[in-house]
């Protein structure tokens, strides 16, 4: 008796121990679960913040290209504004020959000023004595300077415009 007693005993250690690492084996996939569920939500988490970005940036985008076209359409005006104000005299005057001073170049990019790019076209075409007001073969010849000027952006922007504008004319005829 005292054999069975010392097996009864010795199989209930082995199953105590079994016990505790079927317990253990559990509690480590609980664990894994619970690290595989948090992983997932952080995931989650950051497609979603991705997705916001994305489409807080394709307003930002849109916003940007809704005030380009304002300033290009303000571009224009002051264009106009600015051969309107030159003197009859130097609408007669020849163009000048400046040297170190070349047309700028727009690309419609948001780190470049549209303003900048206004005051430079302005500034090249004074100092060129270009007055494209006055003249409508000054003007022409000064707007296929800033067209040929435009990249990028607001190069597409302008010959959106142009078709748009091709387009409105075809129609009426």
């Known amino acids: 008796m005292g054999k069975n007693k010392a097996a009864a005993e010795k199989k ?23 690290r595989k569920a948090n992983q997932q939500k952080m995931i989650n988490q950051l497609l979603e913040a991705q997705a916001q ?9 849109q916003v940007h290209q809704e005030q380009q076209l304002i300033l290009h359409q303000q571009l224009q005006d002051a264009m106009n504004q600015l051969a309107s104000q030159q003197p ?12 170190g001073l ?5 690309h419609g990019h948001l780190n470049e000023s549209i303003g900048l790019f206004i005051h430079r076209v302005k500034t090249f075409f004074m100092a060129k004595n270009l007055n494209y007001e ?8 000064c707007l296929a300077m800033v067209v040929a000027n435009l990249q990028g952006q607001s190069a597409a922007w302008y010959r959106k415009r142009k078709s748009d504008e091709v387009r409105r004319v075809a129609e009426r005829h």
């Not at 209930?12 to 619970?34: C, F, P, Y």
């Not at 009859?88 to 040297?99: F, K, L, M």
């Open 53 to 61: 970005t994305h489409t807080q940036m394709m307003r930002d985008q």
């Open 102 to 106: 070349s047309m700028p170049a727009y």
């Open 134 to 141: 006055q003249n409508e073969v000054v003007e022409a010849r």
């Open 88 to 99: 009859v005299e130097q609408q007669r005057d020849t163009e000048r020959r400046v040297e």
């Open 12 to 34: 209930l250690k082995k199953a105590a121990k079994e016990a505790v690492a079927s317990g253990r084996k559990i509690k480590r996939e609980r664990n894994d679960l619970k």
